[in-house]
């Protein structure tokens, strides 16, 4: 039985089937440099792609990227401090007393891994008051 061609996913229909399709690799994983891992690579590919267009996952707020961070790497508001100049500074970031600079940014993305991205983006917008 020949396989369809893949293309890129148009469809809910195309996506559940790109999703059925990949599945049957999970139980009989195919062997690397092979038509099928092949084709395994390129499925997985194009559901990323898809899902990435039609649900896509924003990045965190940076406190709570920062509040992550510390509660995986087991950092505590006195790290924190440490890192930023002083524990005060640490925690009026915390409480959104004080906006995180670049160079604080900076500093958390190259000592403690957070994603920039998570970082510098703008904050929510909470609401447009109208210009009446």
């Known amino acids: 039985m020949a396989k369809k061609v893949i293309r890129p996913l148009r469809s809910e229909t195309d996506y559940d089937d790109a999703l059925e399709e990949i599945e049957r690799y999970f139980e ?3 062997k690397p440099d092979t038509p099928d891992a092949d084709r395994f690579d390129l499925l ?3 559901i990323e792609d898809y899902e990435r267009k039609h649900w896509p996952i924003e990045p965190p707020e940076a406190i ?5 961070r510390m509660e995986t790497g087991g950092y505590t508001q006195a790290d924190l401090g440490r890192l930023l100049g ?3 500074r640490a925690s009026d970031i915390l409480t959104r007393r004080r906006p995180l600079t670049m160079r604080m940014a900076w500093k958390l993305h190259r000592e403690w891994g957070i994603p920039a991205e998570a970082l510098i983006a703008p904050p929510p917008s909470r609401g447009r008051k109208s210009a009446a």
Do not use: G
Not at 64 to 68: G, N, T
């Open 44 to 46: 997985a590919l194009i």
């Open 28 to 30: 009989n994983e195919p």
């Open 86 to 88: 002083s524990r005060q």
């Open 64 to 68: 709570d990227a920062i509040r992550y």
